[in-house]
């Protein structure tokens, strides 16, 4: 369904395409080049990539999200592996099974946490249980979202920790940046600070949500991990043969900064929602709002009445009582998150 | 790599994006719609199909056309059985193993056949073999391309006939539409006369190669095979979040008949360089050309002499001797035909 | 590492052989006949379990208890179903990811409950929550172990009610019996009772621990389910060629019920030992003694003192504190009983 | 079915099983020992092997030749890798997929070769074209049969040459020694020469087919390789619980010579057959009998007559003509051998 901008705030996917990648596009049409990502606009990329997070890597683009976090998590772990995540990670609640069907079969193993964050404590006790023996499945890696689901960020503090916790037992770190930008945008670090200086081997770094079309992506610090990763990549269907559309993608979001000042404005506008919500009583917030997400305890009845004005958004049942999921994205006016806030007052 | 078009017959990947399609893409990058295939666009080309197929149908819009093979083949063969093709079909040689990875395991039966075609007579003599026993592989699907790897299409009646032969051992029948429209273009039939009225039960329908960017699909005309595919979709990572771009491309693709007249230009300017290349004596067809390619035997210094004057090529060793394959697509002008053809005259 | 039987209370599989099943074995070893199952033997077992089960079934034997229950997990299951579980459930537990495997990814969905058993109500609860929707992993079966992991049976009514609260569902129903002979033996309803009039589509029977050498099986009760089954084992190489063997051992444990008297023994051991630790302070069982296994809290002291007595066993530890496994056998003397109780007796 | 051993030249899969091994088992019967392959006969039988082979090894016993040869392959491909095997190898033709399915999807590449032997020039032409590109499944593994499928043998110096036309890739070597046995009784080398110093890394060893009941193994030579294989190995249902009964018939077997008695008395009654047939006319040998199983052609007629004097064998049609296969076994009398050629020449 399609629907007026300014009352949907369901998910940043809902957002359309910023100007500049549908620009990218219209100037990576032209001519011929070779395919399968073997064109000049893949390689400027991953370039780019590579002096952005100050680290040698490895790219491969992918067509979603899912793709890069069951793909990454299949070349760290086999079948016999283990990947501890939170328990309401997109790769253990929204993938379907992905992760499972990728790696023949590894086992998610879900830990509990805080505003969505799995902590090195969590991480080091699961580890220090003695699961060696034939009959387990072995803990293998861990994966972590960056921003969370729960709208919140790691801390490169954080991120650091639970990369010692599992370096500790040899374990892999990755982690889903399917909202990448939006982390980096709160926590104002440098992109090396929170990924391989902090021991994350592998990431998915996705910019679909952030204004692009379909464009995400597996890197690979740790690049003996990407030797045979192109076959993988093939054989799940995940090579593009026109690469160079997906990187030019990737190529204007990160010219000029583009993707971190549209994170940043997702980010302000759902700071703003959440400094206008701060005052209307009844209603509070589950989680810091951290990143482009707000989790919103309410009663019923302000949640239907929100709805019989006509804004969308997902109800997102809770043990604290009835909340609803709010969602900005680069394409949020002040005006839209205004009118929202209005709303709610105005329900309550 | 970056060239120039005029010199480029490697594959109709290389070549860029319909402005058709690019405008489709900018009008589809406005507003809010809802996510995974729910927009408006992918419903209208859902209808569309309907139409143009003139049969009930169910559309699944993936990444690429080996994600769209090998999803389809899986939902058609369960890990224990066979999957008939040409030797040289896509499936077999240039998807490193994707059929096989998502069925479990799945083979595939290769059989021979003139310039690319699999004839419904090898097909019933495979299927009379009794190979029924718990030991052996089961032959579950059929698999044809059209247009094949050869550059050559199947007739209705071809179709049909290999359609029959599977239908009576209760064989599903795949065909993979990586280059349907070249087909349709050429043999001058409707889409229904040469999917389901010949016994298709699903196809692999693209639109890359003909001037879009990424658009690839699964059809299924028995939609009983549709159910459970939408899961099958989603853990293979081939369920685009903004699923509203992929379905633009095929909606302008639609729209007036640019498709076929896409494909029946690609197909005229390989029929042309056919013509020029009839006269050049040490120069042969391998197969006929009733698509966009073309494979030309010719000696080896005549090969190297066209690479040296800039020509971009794939060699293509036959039992017949030195082989090229050339490829034109929709943005091939009759300028870089003739260019290709008097350079292979200079050469030879 | 070889022991002293009277010592080893480690598990039902480190005791050894019933004489009969020997014997059966010697019989069977003479002349030819068919491989692959198609014995009088297997044959022969297949129409005693129909009588025995008073319904219609087929019967599928297999190398271990791990590979009948992925294999039949597997037939009730594709990779985007999930299974619903104990959380201690072998399945989960004790598998290395064998059904995850098997299934090409399908989840586990673990659940509470007292005593290894879950609760129909636990089952209607998970399944009443909406995961419809191509996102998530679908539940597609339910399975219970019978006797559970914690020695417990589940009472023909607890069986049938979580059948019910599967079917509501359409969810099919697997029991793990590889200590079936176990719960029966304690229980003392028909086999029919407490497995398809409950509900139960699929189980697996095992006699491995019950005194075979390795017999385990897959039956189906809807023989529908059955159908391409042969298929499947093939494939995962569990079809003995010399198939007469595992069955030869099925027939020694189904004639003139020994296998339900070779259970009961192991049973009574157990309640001998639980009887004589009820009169000792400082040790308490986690769980009601229903079958042939005992979990005992005791002091890490005690827990000592009756290792170095000699004494083999699992420590098990759990939230209320230390706590050991000990398993009886069809093998177990009653003096093994009175030693070991003996032993915890002087320890404590 | 049941039948007469003297007329049953199905398959060595029909006999029954040698005094020895149930000798063996009932002496295994006794005691408490570790479960999971940790008992002292299976450690008893993994040192006789390296006693035997005179080389450093590790063993894993399995249910079947099927799991022996799919766990084996499955370790040395990744799912994007070929295996290069006769055409008519059991794992291209009698494990309806086995290979594929535990490797993920990899593919097997069949080679032709007389006599049911792959050559060493057919490898290295196979490995010499250039697939390397991710759009192929890449050689990974050779493997060969000994005996083979036809009932000849490898002399070490072809499977020595097949192992440096495969080392000079870097691809993997594997034997399926389903009929280890009856090959080494017929080349009278050591087990050293044909296997680890020919290059293998890994083999299938089975007695199953050499009077015992079930007792397959895969032994990896390069033990690196065994690392993990543990978990691969259990997952897929193949550790048994009772280790020691599937050691107990190896250590039979390795007793005193046994197997190489037991398998040189199998060869000896084929080529008594061998040269019985060639003194009758319009029968004659497609293979040279260099184990215990005969190809042998003959008229329509003459195979109806030996049916209906109440033979039993598999007819195996071939471009040569009408074909049977004739197998002998431990347990086959030179009285039963005689009859049967007794019964050709009287039906010829």
């Given amino acids: 369904m399609s629907h007026d901008r300014d009352f949907d705030f369901r998910s940043d996917n809902v957002a359309c395409v910023a100007p500049e990648v549908l620009t990218a596009l ?100 699961h580890l220090a249980r003695d699961t060696r023996g034939v009959h387990h499945s072995q803990p293998m890696a861990i994966s972590i979202s960056q921003s969370t689901e729960a709208g919140t960020c790691y801390t490169p503090d954080e991120v650091a920790a639970i990369g010692a916790a599992g370096a500790r037992h040899g374990v892999r770190f990755h982690m889903d940046g399917a909202r990448f930008a939006n982390a980096l945008a709160s926590l104002r670090c440098s992109p090396a600070e929170v990924t391989w200086q902090a021991g994350v081997d592998a990431m998915s770094f996705g910019v679909t949500k952030n204004g692009a079309m379909a464009a995400e992506a597996i890197i690979f610090f740790d690049t003996a991990l990407a030797e045979d990763f192109g076959y993988r990549r093939k054989r799940a269907g995940h090579l593009f043969s026109k690469g160079r559309f997906a990187a030019a993608q990737f190529d204007a979001q990160l010219t000029g900064g583009l993707w971190l000042r549209l994170a940043a404005h997702a980010n302000a506008m ?41 804004f969308l958004f997902y109800r997102w049942p809770t043990e604290e009582g009835p909340c609803i999921r709010l969602v900005t994205a680069f394409d949020t006016e002040p005006a839209h998150a205004d009118g929202l806030v209005a709303a709610i007052r105005a329900a309550a």
């Fill in 270 to 310: 759902a700071s703003r929602v959440a400094q206008g919500l701060a005052a209307i009583p009844g209603v509070a917030l589950l989680h810091p709002v951290e990143a482009n997400e707000l989790f919103v305890l309410m009663p019923d009845a302000v949640i239907d009445g929100l709805e019989k004005a006509g």
């Fill in 26 to 125: 219209a100037d990576a049409a032209r001519g011929s080049v070779s395919s399968y990502g073997e064109d000049p606009i893949t390689q400027r990329v991953e370039a780019r990539l590579k002096e952005l997070f100050d680290h040698e890597l490895s790219l491969f683009t992918v067509a979603t999200g899912t793709a890069a976090n069951a793909l990454a998590l299949a070349q760290l772990t086999p079948g016999w592996g283990s990947v501890l995540c939170h328990k309401e990670a997109h790769i253990a609640t929204d993938e379907c099974g992905a992760p499972e069907f990728f790696s023949s079969g590894a086992k998610l193993a879900p830990l509990d946490g805080a505003h969505g964050k799995i902590t090195a404590e969590a991480v080091a006790a």
